[in-house]
């Protein structure tokens, strides 16, 4: 080979051996790149009870509820002090939380039974498939309630894992052969009933907690979505020995104690696997306090009245938020927001799409940071009850204008009962528009409709345009923007 050759082909080695050097310490750090993007994606954490009351935490208001480590959560995060679920009642909740849309948008009203035909259509994009379709594990541990059959349980509906129960825990599928009996309650591991509740439901909370936090522990090098809806303190109330006696408030008291307690676990595991600063836990109810149960319900208080009205006590619920250094410490944010607003929210955080559907949330992040100038994005919330009726809209400056109907409130002179047997409920008449200032007002106790006519017609204005879109049964109309829920084939 001729000296020239030799120089050039020196050359190309030699410049062979920068490139090689060069990409040997570039894709190393591309592929580091790209596995902390996966890491850092926020986990998202929601736990949500049942029938809990807006005034069952310790920094709510309750005088003889001890909550360690709800408070801890409000002292780390923001406490929201007007959070709306979209309707009083289990399912209709549910489907709001799941679907960032009014329930009826999408079909879903009141409580499913264990008899229901209509569930949560699967074409309804939730909020697990949302988490998954930006690459997370997602895992549900509790309460489904949008439906018992195979196709429309959680596994079919965006979530790898479930454990847990289809619908509320007082309810009992029917059992021919022993009519008027309570049979075992199902308990549903995926796709498939792995055992039974028989009648005694008090280690149910310990179990879903040790579920939890083994999916956290499981998947604390992968983003994740856990969703943990508590079955308690919907009656009948169960709690554990170990909390069994400890409250001042007695059983209702000891299950919010135990929830508290399951609370703490979950923030545990989170702390344990590094996951702190890369979680963000949210904690909710899905309605105010059955008030019929006495001394086996919780309290809204100051609220007015409770689950299955649209007052405040029925829609206005317990919420803290937690992200620790995303999240300011120790701050109340006293804007509105609801359910609805939660998955367009989170579809930002992790980067996923909207779904295609129409859905009613707005992204929120701005008020959950308590942003000096965040502006609460909605004109309004509306409130719908029953199959279809508007009872109520909620501005954003605070305004609140119920419509005329009907409303369940206890009947005068019930005893206080601590046996886990019901009051009497009786219907009360709304016979005109009633408007009130939350914010001066917070137990909805002075109808100020007739020194603010221009805020009556402005809201009732909001809602004539609403009711084109979604109907009101109140006054026989039909919406234009309702979809079909999914149809079960019960009794087959």
């Known amino acids: 080979?001729?000296?020239?050759?030799?120089?050039?082909?020196?050359?190309?080695?030699?410049?062979?051996?920068?490139?090689?050097?060069?990409?040997?310490?570039?894709?190393?750090?591309?592929?580091?790149?790209?596995?902390?993007?996966?890491?850092?994606?926020?986990?998202?954490?929601?736990?949500?009870?049942?029938?809990?009351?807006?005034?069952?935490?310790?920094?709510?208001?309750?005088?003889?509820?001890?909550?360690?480590?709800?408070?801890?959560?409000?002292?780390?995060?923001?406490?929201?002090?007007?959070?709306?679920?979209?309707?009083?009642?289990?399912?209709?909740?549910?489907?709001?939380?799941?679907?960032?849309?009014?329930?009826?948008?999408?079909?879903?009203?009141?409580?499913?039974?264990?008899?229901?035909?209509?569930?949560?259509?699967?074409?309804?994009?939730?909020?697990?498939?949302?988490?998954?379709?930006?690459?997370?594990?997602?895992?549900?541990?509790?309460?489904?309630?949008?439906?018992?059959?195979?196709?429309?349980?959680?596994?079919?509906?965006?979530?790898?894992?479930?454990?847990?129960?289809?619908?509320?825990?007082?309810?009992?599928?029917?059992?021919?052969?022993?009519?008027?009996?309570?049979?075992?309650l199902p308990v549903f591991e995926n796709g498939q009933v792995i055992d039974t509740l028989h009648g005694d439901q008090s280690m149910f909370t310990t179990i879903l907690t040790e579920k939890a936090v083994n999916f956290i522990n499981r998947n604390k090098n992968n983003p994740f979505f856990l969703y943990v809806p508590h079955p308690q303190p919907h009656v009948p109330l169960f709690v554990s020995d170990k909390f069994k006696g400890k409250s001042e408030r007695g059983l209702y008291g000891d299950v919010i104690m135990e929830i508290d307690w399951s609370v703490g676990e979950i923030l545990k595991a989170i702390k344990n696997n590094g996951l702190d600063e890369n979680t963000l836990v949210i904690f909710t109810s899905d309605n105010g306090p059955w008030l019929s149960y006495s001394g086996h319900s919780g309290s809204a208080e100051p609220l007015r009245e409770g689950k299955g009205t649209s007052w405040e006590g029925g829609i206005r619920v317990p919420c803290i938020m937690r992200w620790p250094g995303t999240l300011p410490e120790g701050k109340v944010q006293q804007q509105p927001a609801m359910t609805i607003d939660l998955l367009p929210t989170i579809a930002g955080l992790i980067g996923a799409a909207l779904p295609e559907r129409k859905i009613d949330g707005k992204d929120i992040f701005p008020l959950m940071k308590v942003q000096e100038g965040a502006i609460h994005p909605h004109d309004a919330y509306f409130i719908y009850y029953n199959q279809n009726e508007l009872q109520s809209i909620i501005s954003k400056e605070g305004w609140k204008l119920y419509f005329p109907h009907t409303y369940r409130s206890l009947a005068p002179g019930q005893a206080y009962r601590d046996d886990g047997i019901p009051n009497k409920y009786h219907m009360l008449p709304l016979e005109e528009m009633e408007l009130y200032n939350l914010y001066s007002d917070i137990s909805e106790e002075s109808n100020v409709a007739a020194q603010h006519p221009e805020v009556v017609a402005r809201l009732a204005r909001l809602a004539d345009a609403m009711r084109l879109e979604l109907g009101d049964a109140l006054n026989g109309i039909q919406g234009n923007s309702n979809r079909e829920p999914g149809r079960q084939n019960v009794g087959k």
């Not at 195979?150 to 965006?158: A, C, K, M």
């Open 1 to 184: 080979m001729k000296i020239a050759e030799r120089l050039r082909t020196a050359e190309l080695l030699k410049k062979s051996f920068y490139i090689w050097v060069l990409l040997s310490m570039l894709l190393p750090s591309c592929g580091k790149e790209q596995k902390n993007e996966q890491i850092n994606k926020p986990n998202i954490v929601i736990i949500f009870t049942d029938d809990q009351g807006y005034q069952d935490v310790g920094c709510f208001g309750s005088p003889n509820i001890l909550t360690p480590n709800l408070d801890r959560m409000a002292n780390e995060g923001v406490k929201f002090d007007q959070f709306y679920v979209a309707q009083a009642v289990c399912s209709a909740s549910r489907a709001a939380l799941m679907t960032g849309c009014y329930p009826n948008r999408v079909g879903i009203n009141g409580a499913l039974s264990h008899t229901s035909k209509i569930a949560l259509h699967t074409d309804e994009m939730t909020l697990a498939e949302v988490a998954k379709s930006a690459g997370y594990a997602t895992g549900i541990f509790g309460k489904w309630h949008l439906g018992h059959e195979p196709d429309y349980l959680p596994v079919n509906q965006g979530f790898d894992e479930y454990y847990g129960i289809p619908y509320s825990n007082d309810m009992w599928p029917f059992h021919p052969e022993r009519p008027g009996a309570f049979p075992p």
